[in-house]
């Protein structure tokens, strides 16, 4: 299940539905993005995150199924924001549930990574020396390189 939102979420409440009832589920790994206040030296004030509705949502759906297909998941939840966020708002959520932890983990994982390196969201940040469009890192794109297999 995937969602893009300007608005917040509830982790305890998003982790709740996704699992409720599901007593097969033997571990749950949730990894919760938050907006810093910093960015190497610079500081931040608050992040601005667009995207194309439509083309982002399938995008997300394909990342998921993509764990689906690698790790048996018995269900994972991505929840992404959009809009102008301040330093400690959520950004992005991601919650997998399998039999078994290290699936759990290993697909969290995966998912962040791609997220963030395929996902199309263009991100600016504003702070005391004005603002600038985020570029990719190539930490991102290393760190994604091991799922490329």
Known sequence: MIR???EDFDVGAELARLTDGKTHIGGIVTFTGLVRDFA???RVGAMTLE???GMT???LADIEQEAGRRWPLD???IVHRYGTLRPGDRIVLV?????????AF?????LMDWLKTKAP???REDGPEGEHWVDAKADDDRAADRWRT
Do not use: C, N
Request: proline content about 3%; cysteine-free.
């Open 4 to 6: 893009v939102q300007a």
């Open 75 to 77: 269900a994972s939840l």
């Open 106 to 110: 290993e697909a969290a994982e995966f």
């Open 121 to 123: 969201f263009w991100k």
């Open 51 to 53: 995207h194309y509705p």
């Open 95 to 103: 919650i997998t549930a399998s039999a078994h932890r290290k699936a």
């Open 40 to 42: 190497g030296d610079a």
């Open 57 to 59: 949502e399938r995008m």
